[in-house]
């Protein structure tokens, strides 16, 4: 059994590192672990995406990463952490959690959607769930965690710093500059800045558009993208996007207010984070929907259905929509569809086959990627972005996670420019040596996926 003594600090990807989504990581110090994040992937091929996969085929709904490398010794788990709400950060918490079995630390938000997760599968009341202040600085065994906020697109968004006696952690999470993000505070460089005068050992970091030059696009500018598409609209609007994305959703509310339209949510995921949004204040008060039943009952040019499956899910409720099938909403010719989303590779037939069905009945669709308009706004970051990450950090070191091998080669030659001289590229199972000698033992871990339910 793998180890790390009282000079070491190990960081060990589980899930995320040479793919996106499924984000489960570990770091190591004096016996110890801690777990960062502990996600889901949809709709995968379960076969071996990297060297120690899984051999069963066949396609699942949701897959996890596999956690047997810390479940072995979870008695040596501190606990988890959750740095925000996406499911690919803590949607596989319900289904691995009776196999860590350690408390669960995260802030008011991620805790509500996961307490509602967890009443799903009757582990509400079992589960330890710690609500953490965000200001405050949490022992956990040997490491020492301060939450630092981010901008991204759902609340609370928090980068960690990890502090060991023997180095500090920057595990920058999901993030994004955003000085306009439509829900909670605009991203304060100060906090990151301050960070040059603590000699940061490593930046474990974002790089899902590590390969994209310049900035990612403010939610304001999206909201005034989305305004200026729908409002020439004459017929039904009927938008389509990331069903955790409150930001997306406020913006397309006051969308509604401004060309005056009665939005309502169709699809289960919409609902719970709305109404987890209201419980816990993020939605604004005067931005009212209606029930979707109501929505057939009124004159087109008055209806916004905001709707989930815009990769092409067949029976969530956009799928159901194409296919005419849906009880409390029918389109028209005339109507117009807009995905104010990405496709995620892997799912272009499945929104082909989307596109082709509404085309079929006269009904006009619109995708972000040939939209003149910027109607979706990712919540990554930009080779820019990065870059003046590093700036501010000044780390000694460069781990890109969250990404392909591409988003994590594109990382690290974005740290390289900036004068980072140690950039560590790997993959799932690998063993990074982050003190007292840095190194990268490759494929150490035995990784790969787990399927939590079948289609």
């Known amino acids: 059994m793998l180890t790390p003594g009282p000079q070491d600090l190990w960081f060990v990807p589980l899930g995320g590192t040479g793919e996106i989504g499924m984000n489960m990581n570990l770091y190591g110090h004096d016996g110890r672990w801690l777990m960062v994040d502990c996600g889901v992937s949809f709709d995968e091929p379960l076969t071996p995406p990297y060297r120690n996969g899984s051999s069963e085929g066949g396609r699942v709904q949701v897959v996890a990463p596999d956690p047997t490398f810390i479940s072995a010794q979870n008695e040596h788990l501190c606990g988890l ?115 040059r005068d603590e000699n940061i050992l490593a930046l474990v970091g974002d790089s899902t558009n590590a390969n994209k030059p310049g900035f990612s696009i403010s939610e304001r500018n999206c909201y005034d993208g989305l305004l200026n598409t729908i409002r020439p609209c004459k017929g039904r609007v009927v938008v389509t996007c990331f069903g955790s994305n409150i930001a997306r959703l406020i913006s397309l509310a006051r969308v509604a207010q401004k060309t005056n339209r009665y939005m309502a949510l169709f699809g289960r995921s919409l609902l719970n984070m709305y109404s987890i949004a209201r419980k816990t204040g993020f939605w604004p008060d005067e931005l009212p929907l209606v029930d979707p039943a109501h929505l057939g009952y009124l004159p087109p040019d008055e209806v916004m259905a905001v709707a989930t499956g815009s990769q092409g899910e067949p029976r969530a409720a956009l799928g159901r929509i194409a296919r005419d099938s849906h009880p409390q909403l029918s389109l028209d010719k005339g109507d117009m569809v807009i995905f104010s989303s990405i496709v995620i590779p892997g799912n272009e037939k499945s929104v082909a086959s989307l596109l082709r069905q509404f085309a079929a009945q006269g009904i006009t669709t619109l995708q972000s990627e040939d939209s003149q308009l910027p109607i979706h706004a990712s919540g990554h970051p930009c080779a820019e972005e990065l870059a003046l990450m590093y700036e501010w950090v000044k780390p000694q070191i460069a781990i890109p996670v969250h990404g392909e091998p591409e988003h994590l080669q594109a990382h690290a030659d974005v740290a390289k420019a900036t004068g980072v001289k140690k950039r560590q590229v790997g993959l799932n199972g690998d063993l990074y040596r982050l003190t007292p000698l840095t190194s990268i033992r490759r494929q150490v871990i035995k990784t790969g996926r787990i399927a939590l339910r079948r289609e």
Not at 106 to 117: D, H, I, S
Not at 118 to 135: N, S
């Open 81 to 195: 952490v959750i740095t925000h709400a996406h499911e690919d950060h803590v949607g596989a918490v319900p289904y691995l959690w009776p196999r860590l079995k350690c408390p669960v630390y995260t802030t008011a938000f991620t805790a509500e959607v996961l307490r509602r997760k967890l009443a799903e599968t009757g582990l509400v009341d079992k589960v330890p769930i710690i609500e953490v202040d965000p200001d405050a600085i949490v022992d956990l065994g040997p490491f020492r965690l301060s939450w630092l906020a981010i901008t991204h697109s759902i609340p609370e968004p928090y980068a960690l710093k990890i502090t060991t006696p023997v180095g500090t952690v920057l595990h920058t999470a999901d993030w994004k500059i955003d000085a306009q993000p439509i829900t909670g505070k605009p991203f304060d460089p100060q906090r990151f800045r301050r960070l």
